[in-house]
């Protein structure tokens, strides 16, 4: 597909002459967010990102040891891109705590429209390759799943205290079980490259979500 | 982790000069098979893969015109492997419907713990790739999960049928539902190299199932 192979880099060479030679880091670390959002560790060579990032290797290694404390790096940058752009949504008081994850979904959805599907999670795609990335990454990629999930789960916890979900619900399990869906629907909404997988897991999983003995919005269908 | 490093081969050189040389074939897809489901496309390289299955180059080349047309083949023999696997448990007729959705997970579950969760799914993996792949990769990748679903979602209305689950359901989104998020179980089980979000996942998705009114067996926590 044309359009996949001649995406634009975030920063031009001219633009980033502009920046100045600080930007470089920065330039790095969101080149490595971009390519390691369509591939894994492994389809991600080192050669490649400095060609798209225009960044020549000696630099590179000015600011990072290894490929791997790159990645790193990569990592934590993704972490709070990905954390304001939930609390964006899950913080959004205009909207019923509830209605926020639909607010999060939609915004999802127009990040992957964007990239015509061609960019998935940087944690899906690193968790799928985990078993030949340094070990210390495993305990990374789950802390920072970890803490999407408690942003998810506090959510809920406001949609229980509204009355939206029931009483007894058990707010840090759908949390977990939201997230572990959620890297299965971005990972299907790749391969189709459409949003039905990403609307379909939604559906399912509000309809799902326990209410109330009293509500009318309880499941009533999928989708 | 060594236990990881020292997986053993799956038919040994002795054992394969007793097999014949027409068992080459079989024990190279076989040995796709094992190496796919551990790491994606970009990963596997082929020489390792040879090394790993003790065949040739030139023998591989007897029965494959190339990596691509290798792994399509690997593919096939995944998907068939999958569905024997899929149909034991869901045409379980010991078991009510909707008890056959937790055998299939119990059957996973002992499948992952034997390779101490190092083995994911062979199409999760490579959907994760799928840019870089060939393009009827996609379409195939999509074929197979289409056909896991049917069987999932004709023992969901098998449920339907036998009042454990509302009348109303549209099975086939339930169905959906259940792989889009399967997929990330199995991805986040090999992260944390554990069962839990197995276990979390059926848990969600069971409880979420749209119960008849009349039923006690509705959701009443996730976990």
């Known amino acids: 597909m044309t359009q996949n192979k001649n995406k634009p880099r ?28 369509e591939q894994g560790f492994a389809a991600t060579g080192l050669d490649a990102l400095l060609r798209r990032a225009t960044v020549p290797k000696g630099s590179f290694y000015h600011y990072f040891g290894s490929k791997a404390d790159f990645v790193r790096e990569v990592m934590k940058a993704y972490d709070a891109f990905f954390c304001r752009k939930l609390d964006r949504a899950l913080n959004n008081e205009s909207l019923a705590p509830s209605e926020r994850m639909r607010a999060f979904v939609e915004d999802a959805k127009s990040g992957m429209a964007k990239y015509q599907y061609t960019r998935g999670c940087l944690v899906g795609n690193l968790s799928q390759d985990v078993e030949a990335l340094p070990e210390d990454y495993r305990v990374a990629l789950d802390n920072i799943v970890q803490g999407w999930q408690r942003k998810v789960a506090r959510c809920l916890e406001l949609a229980r205290e509204a009355g939206e979900i029931e009483a007894s619900a058990d707010c840090e399990a759908l949390a977990e079980f939201f997230w572990i869906g959620w890297e299965g629907a971005v990972m299907r909404a790749r391969l189709v490259r459409n949003s039905t997988p990403l609307d379909t897991f939604i559906a399912g999983f509000m309809a799902g979500l326990p209410r109330p003995r009293s509500s009318k919005s309880g499941r009533k269908q999928t989708s």
């Open 10 to 37: 975030i920063v031009t060479q001219a633009e980033r002459r502009d920046l100045g030679f600080a930007a470089t880091r920065e330039v790095l670390i969101r080149c490595g967010m971009e390519v390691l959002t």
